[in-house]
């Protein structure tokens, strides 16, 4: 095994001139910590302090390397942890968040309503004309922002590139889930309420309030979001303070909620465009098949992820206060998944070794 350079905390507290925390509270009795807007300052947590498995840290590594992941987080109550970067990517590098982004789009939406310029439960037509598919217009009318939001649209699936052509008629909407790039209907949605492109409204209302960095780019079939591993774990925070940032609350907590709680009656494991784990059962993209049991065994019941294709992951847990993040190319190159993969019950038996 070839030797790394690791990039740990420690490295970085030299490297970004990071600030440490009282390490004498535990999580839950810590008080949320918010990275600077305008800097690179991030407070760190000790590993040791934590009581968590030093001695299981390599292997953790090493299966993220040979998984050929970028980047690697973890955040307890807004502190970082562990921040490792692999394959040449560093603090400053971008990489995409691919179906990970639909979180973005979803909160985007969310603030849109909350601030009057749509409701989520009116006709898509309503904002974008009729037309927009080659459904009849009944069929097509008979479709809402939530069900976008919920893949619950019931148009075809088999062509992921969004065209008139393509967008047509499978079952009513809402009878029927299915993972689809329908979904950056929403992005036009919130340009034509607004009255901004969606990428200005984007930037103003979230992505500027919570120090972002990164950028939209024209993928071949959606755009795409690309930015840093803590830009990625910023919107994870702010995840994790249920939309909060520090004492703005940037998104609603009613639809915030909503969106990390089962949202239709046909995939239990599915919100907002955020992956539910703990349920029933669960559905994949690209199939109607329902798979017994929850959605990744090896992670907590309560976690929330947003999840990309090639294994981009925003992993929340609330009760451990504990934001998680992986950035890569795919775990498997020969057989890249769109966003659930076994990837993810693989990683958190490492994960677990750690933190248990």
């Not at 955040?75 to 990970?100: D, K």
């Not at 409701?119 to 922002?145: D, F, Q, R």
């Not at 994790?240 to 940037?250: D, F, S």
Request: contains cysteine; negative net charge.
């Amino acid at each position: 095994m070839k030797t790394k350079i690791l990039l740990s905390i420690f490295t970085l507290a030299l490297l970004f001139t990071n600030c440490s925390s009282d390490d004498t509270t535990t999580p839950n009795e810590e008080e949320i910590y918010f990275p600077p807007i305008n800097s690179n300052t991030w407070e760190t947590k000790s590993l040791e302090n934590l009581g968590w498995n030093s001695n299981a840290v390599p292997a953790l590594l090493d299966y993220l390397e040979q998984k050929h992941s970028k980047s690697f987080m973890i955040l307890i109550n807004g502190r970082i942890v562990m921040e490792e970067y692999f394959n040449g990517h560093t603090a400053t590098s971008t990489w995409q968040w691919n179906s990970a982004g639909k979180t973005l789009v979803g909160t985007t939406t969310g603030i849109a309503e909350q601030e009057g310029f749509l409701s989520i439960n009116n006709k898509v037509s309503n904002y974008i004309g009729t037309g927009w598919t080659s459904e009849t217009i009944e069929k097509e009318n008979l479709i809402t922002n939530k069900h976008l939001l919920t893949m619950t649209s019931g148009l075809s699936d088999t062509n992921n590139l969004v065209t008139t052509a393509n967008l047509t008629y499978v079952a009513d909407a809402g009878s029927r889930w299915s993972y689809h790039n329908v979904f950056q209907k929403l992005m036009d949605v919130v340009e034509d309420a607004s009255g901004q492109t969606f990428e200005t409204y984007f930037e103003n209302k979230l992505k500027n309030k919570i120090g972002m960095d990164g950028f939209w780019n024209n993928g071949v079939i959606f755009r795409i979001y690309h930015s840093n591993t803590r830009s990625m774990a910023r919107f994870g925070l702010l995840a994790l303070n249920n939309g909060k940032w520090e004492n703005e609350q940037i998104i609603n907590t009613t639809f915030f909620n909503a969106s990390t709680t089962t949202s239709q009656n046909i995939n239990p494991s599915y919100g907002y465009f955020w992956w539910l784990n703990g349920k029933s059962s669960f559905m994949v993209p690209g199939e109607q098949t329902v798979f017994p049991g929850k959605l990744v065994p090896n992670a907590p019941d309560e976690m929330y992820a947003a999840m990309g294709a090639e294994d981009q992951r925003i992993y929340v847990i609330p009760s451990k206060k504990m934001v998680i993040i992986r950035m890569g190319d795919a775990s498997d190159p020969l057989n890249p998944s769109f966003a659930v993969s076994g990837f993810d019950n693989a990683l958190w038996e490492k994960i677990n070794a750690v933190i248990n």
